[in-house]
């Protein structure tokens, strides 16, 4: 590129001060969409587990898994939720999913309910449960009440790692299987 004129400088400096960002950046960092009420989310998930009693947990997971129709988000996802163990046995628990990798996916995946859960060591615990979500509001997936899913935890304290799979009711080998880690908040 010849430059000529001050106003060229200025150019050629700015597009190259990009592009070896841009060079020096995995691709990931350039497509990375996370919002204000994600930022709100992460904030209030934090906050919240720190200020209600132990029992309550929140939580915030980063997770990947398989691609399927029911969930239209790019991998990996992250997850906020809280949940509380009303005995050894049953846990209730409310949680979003979305995918900081799919810019469009507001309002991402909302859902509540319930899960049996059965310990089956000090550190893993296997469960399974249902929950209901808005599908007017969750516009952006396939997802029909109930939800389904069942999983295994292992860990214990702040850092755990988990696997489940996810289905609709109506539909048990159409589901989504992930897996990830969980950092709690008590």
């Not at 929950?131 to 304290?157: C, Q, W």
Request: with cysteine; proline share 4%.
């Amino acid at each position: 590129m010849l430059i000529s004129t001050e106003n060229d400088l200025k150019t050629f400096t700015s597009r190259t001060r990009i592009d070896i960002m841009r060079g020096s950046l995995p691709s990931f960092f350039m497509s990375v969409c996370f919002g204000v009420a994600s930022m709100a989310g992460l904030v209030a998930t934090v906050l919240v587990g720190e200020v209600t009693p132990d029992d309550v947990k929140t939580y915030v997971s980063l997770h990947g898994g398989t691609d399927n129709d029911l969930v239209s988000f790019k991998q990996g996802m992250g997850s906020y939720g809280i949940e509380y163990d009303v005995s050894d046995f049953v846990r209730l628990f409310a949680e979003h999913q979305s995918s900081p990798l799919t810019c469009d996916d507001h309002p991402g995946l909302n859902y509540a309910g319930f899960k049996l859960t059965a310990p089956l060591a000090d550190t893993v615990i296997a469960y399974s449960g249902l929950a209901i979500h808005n599908e007017k509001f969750d516009s952006n997936n396939k997802l029909r009440n109930p939800i389904v899913m069942t999983g295994i935890e292992f860990g214990n304290g702040p850092f755990k790692l988990y696997t489940e799979y996810m289905h609709s009711a109506e539909q048990l080998d159409d589901g989504r299987f992930y897996a990830g880690a969980k950092f709690i908040f008590d």
